[in-house]
């Protein structure tokens, strides 16, 4: 029986919604559910929940929001439950008097294979860098970021057509499965951490937090390389450029594109109209053909629908 297993589980978003609801199904007992406090979101600024707070209420159970995890009162009241493991998915970084509080540890999920993709992004770093593999990671924590003894890993391949909400959802769903696997290893003793391979500071790609400057399209590139980029940002936040032509410019996010196998035999960032409902755009050695993309202040939409509405777009550039 695993309703005298008690464990506290701690994460946010969507992601760390499945393993929640993995260890539930399994009959684990979740003493409580440590989560992001809420936060205004939207045009009125409503106090909005979190993900995994609004799954826990749904399913009965207890939420604590600590705006400092080293609040005397949060530890005081953790410690109460009397936890044997601590779960962390997608959450914060752990202060030592909250890891170290549970006799068995606390473990943590990570969505790449470490010890490559430490950090806040790994799903879209791995597609932004062009990997074939990766996978989940549940490991041990320790004091610095993803660097703790490895439990379980288990590799998922990134197919040519996957996005990183499309990994997303792969990982998602095998990290379910990974920390299923591992609460099971810990509670049994069965249980066995390896550190992690020391590897050379220049062969780790790291997957730091994702910034404006990140998802700004360079045309120079080659176009295999833009399009991972569009593929690690589909659907959020998105890759974007600019389309300018005398005296205008739009700002356009875009989210899907097609290779074209094609000697490339214009200036990067020219627009080449293929049809009346399609273009292509090229890039340092080649072209992408757009295939969805949302101009600033309007909805997302497919080329087709972008092209009903634009004049002669061979005057419009990407810069």
């Not at 936060?39 to 009125?44: A, D, E, L, Q, V």
């Not at 990290?175 to 591992?182: A, P, R």
Request: contains cysteine.
């Amino acid at each position: 029986m695993n309703r005298d297993k008690k464990i506290i589980y701690m994460g946010t978003p969507q992601f760390a919604v499945a393993p929640l609801k993995r260890l539930m199904e399994s009959g684990y007992n979740i003493c409580a559910v440590v989560t992001a406090p809420d936060k205004p979101s939207g045009r009125g600024l409503q106090l909005s929940q979190s993900d995994v707070k609004q799954f826990a209420i749904a399913n009965g159970l207890e939420v604590l929001q600590p705006v400092s995890l080293k609040d005397p009162e949060f530890l005081n009241r953790l410690k109460s439950f009397g936890a044997e493991l601590f779960v962390v998915v997608a959450f914060r970084m752990l202060p030592a008097d909250v890891w170290k509080m549970p006799g068995l540890g606390t473990f943590n999920l990570h969505a790449s294979l470490l010890p490559q993709y430490r950090g806040a992004a790994p799903i879209n770093h791995a597609i932004i860098n062009g990997e074939r593999k990766t996978g989940v990671t549940t490991f041990l924590l320790d004091e610095k970021i993803d660097t703790g003894a490895v439990l379980f890993q288990k590799e998922c391949l990134i197919e040519p057509h996957d996005n990183m909400g499309s990994l997303h959802d792969k990982l998602m769903e095998i990290g379910s499965e990974l920390v299923l696997l591992t609460a099971e290893a810990i509670f049994s003793g069965n249980a066995k951490a390896i550190p992690q391979p020391s590897v050379n500071e220049q062969e780790l790609k790291p997957a730091p937090k994702l910034s404006r400057e990140t998802g700004s399209v360079d045309w120079k590139q080659s176009a295999e390389s833009i399009n991972n980029l569009i593929r690690g940002l589909s659907p959020y936040p998105a890759a974007y450029s600019v389309m300018k032509t005398e005296g205008k410019e739009i700002q356009v996010k875009i989210f899907s594109a097609n290779l074209i196998e094609q000697k490339c035999e214009h200036s990067p960032g020219t627009i080449v109209k293929t049809s009346k409902t399609s273009f292509m755009v090229a890039c340092g050695d080649g072209y992408l053909s757009i295939t969805s993309l949302q101009p600033s202040g309007k909805r997302k939409m497919t080329t087709a629908e972008f092209m009903a509405g634009m004049r002669d777009p061979e005057n419009w550039r990407f810069e």
